[in-house]
């Protein structure tokens, strides 16, 4: 989560693209969502799919 935080902090108004695989992808769920490394294997993350989140202030939200 430091390194996304990072690249959030160092490019406020652009858009980010990052690309990763199920394990990394739902790691970054859970740091993004808050929540714990223990609900690891109960959120969801299709392959192929796409999150999209807003940051802002510090604070992240998911839009879709």
Same mark, same amino acid.
């Given at each position: 989560?430091?390194? !996304?935080?990072?690249? /959030?902090?160092?490019?406020?108004?652009?858009? &980010?693209? %990052?690309?990763?695989?199920? !394990?990394?992808?739902? /790691?970054?769920?859970?740091?993004?969502?808050? &929540?714990? %490394?223990?609900?690891?294997?109960?959120?969801?993350?299709?392959?192929?799919?796409?999150?999209?989140?807003?940051?802002?202030?510090?604070?992240?939200?998911?839009?879709?």
């Amino acid at each position: 989560m430091a390194a !996304v935080n990072e690249l /959030v902090n160092r490019h406020p108004d652009d858009t &980010l693209v %990052l690309v990763g695989h199920l !394990v990394l992808n739902r /790691v970054i769920l859970l740091g993004i969502t808050g &929540l714990g %490394l223990d609900r690891f294997w109960r959120i969801g993350q299709d392959t192929c799919a796409i999150n999209v989140f807003d940051a802002e202030d510090g604070d992240s939200r998911c839009k879709s």
